[in-house]
């Protein structure tokens, strides 16, 4: 029906990206190794009370000595596209200086083998995992790291800059910033309103210096990107002109903090204003804003969940049940009287409320504010609690998740309307293709379409792994029904 994003047999244009996606700290392990430098995930996570149970991403899913099994796997699964984040402390250990030849010489084997699958290259230059020796000066507060960045993308470009398709600077600026900055949930677990906001130009800097040395570099013509989880905001019933106004805020640090110099080349005007008892913004230097307003070939894109709003009393208890954890700060600086409020479910296992309607209304929303700008999907997927059964071939195991396969089918529904109405949508993602280390919560949640066993690394392709295979296969969006009965365990 029209109304529960449930469409079937919904068909994707050529050219249409269809793939899966993961990032370095989440999957590699091998932390130690080929001369990599810790980052501040290494020391965040190996910080006491910092991640659900002391979870680490030392070894993670073994991907990097897995990463040839784990290539036929994607090819088994006819991904078109791999969405991967190369490590920074693997190339530059410290954050600087010549690039380690092992660490570049383990990119380039798996995009040659991404390549030699048929398998469409997206790279992503930073994930979160900061060379920790950058930290120690400053971090994103610094505008120092903004500089290492480029270079850091000049090493990588000039090794790798003939063969990548698209070129994606970060992942997620808004978490990088206000949860590694502002609220402390994230490394490097700082909580300070005015390091978060000297975090956002920074990282916004480090993306425009980036895209500009890599087109020094490159030899092919790939395209360049950044991704942003642009929150989709909407007001509690009934709350008038003060919810109208909590949106407004929110968009401003959340949204318009990104996109504003990133796409118009200019900060918005209300968020130095909502700020203004925080900082002065005197770190912005003349120039940035051209640096950092450089043409963009697509847009990525990560929707989870949408956000509920209103205007905080300041007297009753103030809600945040945005899904953060309470590590002490917050990760809106400056807009400590707006509350967060619970959302009609039903939810994820991350306690998110499974929304499709949120996806369509942002990328129409960004189709209406750069209507020449394309975007792709560069992640969307959910973490469900997840039973291994043992009913497949042989009683060979299998992971029914009936859960994420109508999550998927649901928000690929949305995609396609999105399409339907004119939307340059150019590819979809799927977060993720094997379960991993899922941040502060730790091996917890599981967001794979395919199992991985956290004793023996084994691999098992879920149940959304095979409906995803099929929906390439015909590039239409098969029923849940329609998954056929093919999981079989694999090594
Ligand atoms: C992404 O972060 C990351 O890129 C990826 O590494 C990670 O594994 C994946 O998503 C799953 O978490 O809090 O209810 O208002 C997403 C982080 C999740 C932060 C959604 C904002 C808003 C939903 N974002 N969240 S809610």
Known sequence: GRDDFRDTGLKFPPGFVIGSATAA???????????????????????????????????????????????????????????????????????????????IAFYSRLVDGLIARGITPIATLYHWDLPQALEDEGGWTVRST?????????????????????????????????????SGAHAPGIASPEAALRAVH????????????????????????????????????????????????????????FTGPLLHGAYPADLFE????????????????????????VLGVNYYATTLVRHWDGVSPRSMA?????????????????????????YTAMGWNIDPSGLLELLLALHEEFPSQPLMITENGAAFEDVVSFDGIDGAPRVHDPLRVDYLQ????????????GVDL???????????????????????????????????????????????????????EEQGDEGRPLA
Not at 225 to 254: C, F, K, Q, W
Not at 410 to 421: G, I, K, N
């Open 146 to 182: 903004a500089l290492a960045f480029a270079e850091y993308a000049r090493v990588v470009g000039e090794a790798l800059g003939d063969r990548i398709a698209v070129w994606t600077t970060l992942n997620e600026p808004w978490c990088s910033a206000y949860l590694g900055y502002g």
């Open 202 to 257: 920074h990282l916004n800097l480090a993306h425009g210096l980036a895209i500009a040395a890599l087109r020094e570099v490159v030899t092919n013509d790939p395209q360049y990107s950044i991704t942003l989880n642009l929150h989709v905001l909407r007001a509690e019933a009934g709350s008038g002109e003060s919810g109208a106004d909590a949106v407004r805020r929110i968009d401003a640090i959340a949204n318009r903090a």
């Open 25 to 103: 700290y989440q999957i590699e392990g091998a932390v130690d190794e080929d001369g990599r430098g810790p980052s501040i995930w290494d020391t965040f996570s190996h910080t006491p009370g910092r991640v659900w149970n002391g979870d680490t991403g030392d070894v993670a899913d073994d991907h990097y000595h897995r990463w040839e099994a784990d290539l036929d796997l994607m090819q088994e699964l006819g991904l078109e596209s791999y969405r991967f984040s190369i490590a920074w402390p693997r190339i530059q250990p410290t954050g600087r200086g010549p690039a380690l030849p092992e660490g």
């Open 322 to 346: 945005d899904g953060h954890k309470d590590v002490g700060g917050s990760p809106w600086p400056g807009a400590d009287d707006v509350e967060f409020l619970p959302q009609e479910g039903p």
């Open 410 to 421: 649901r928000h690929f529904t949305a995609a396609h309307r999105a399409l339907a109405q």
């Open 274 to 297: 909502d700020t203004a008892s925080i900082t002065d913004w005197s770190f912005v230097l003349e120039g940035d804003l051209a640096a950092i307003n450089q043409p963009i070939d």
């Open 426 to 480: 150019r590819g979809y993602q799927v977060w993720s293709l094997l379960d991993n280390f899922e941040w502060g919560y730790g091996y917890s949640k599981r967001f794979g379409i395919i199992r991985v066993d956290y004793d023996t690394q084994e691999r098992i392709l879920k149940d959304s792994a095979l409906w995803l295979r099929r929906l390439i296969a015909e590039r239409a969006i098969p029923s849940p």
